[in-house]
Each structure stands twice: as structure tokens, then as C-alpha cells.
């Protein structure tokens, strides 16, 4: 997220109006519901992570048992299933 000048942006009155609720300090303004974007579409991590949860799956399927997952992976066990499932009903459907 970055900051924007108001100053740069909005008129004088309306600065002035929402000095009179904030002087000074920073607000944060949220996304009208139909702009918002999805949780990860903005950089690579989203993909990262989901080839990181295949590669999960693919040593499982290859006979790697979920504590050793868990260790080459640095997740906790309980992670490593969830991922396990959810890559495994992926596949299914």
C-alpha cells in the first residue's frame, strides 16, 4: 500500500472537512466492494505458493510420509494434511 499526498488529490474543501474528524493524522480509506482484488494478485506469492503446495502433493504421492514433509517444507503437520487435502480434491474434481 501506498500513500498519497491529499493535498495532490483532493479538493481544499474536502481536506478541510475531513481535518475537522482527523488533523494530522493517517486513515485508511478501503476499496469500494467491486474494486477489490483477490488476496495475492498483485505480486507472485499467490503463485508461489500454490507451486509450493503441488510439489507438496507430488512427494506425498511419491511416498514421502508428512513429518518429513512437514521438516523439508518448514510447516507445521497440521499444515502439511491440510494441504494434502485440499491438493488431492483439486485433482479430483
Known amino acids: 500500500m501506498s500513500y498519497i499526498k491529499a493535498k495532490n488529490l483532493l479538493p481544499v474543501e474536502l481536506i478541510k472537512l475531513i481535518q475537522k474528524y482527523v488533523d494530522g493524522e493517517y486513515i485508511y480509506i478501503p ?5 477489490k482484488k483477490s488476496w495475492g494478485s498483485s505480486t507472485a506469492i499467490r503463485r508461489e505458493i500454490d507451486l509450493r503446495n503441488s510439489d507438496i502433493y507430488n512427494d506425498y504421492q511419491s511416498g514421502m510420509d508428512m513429518d518429513t514433509l512437514a521438516g523439508k517444507y518448514y510447516l507445521s503437520l497440521k499444515s502439511i494434511q ?8 483439486n485433482r479430483i474434481n
Open 31 to 35: 476499496r469500494k466492494e467491486d474494486n
Open 82 to 89: 491440510r494441504i494434502v487435502l485440499k491438493e488431492k480434491r
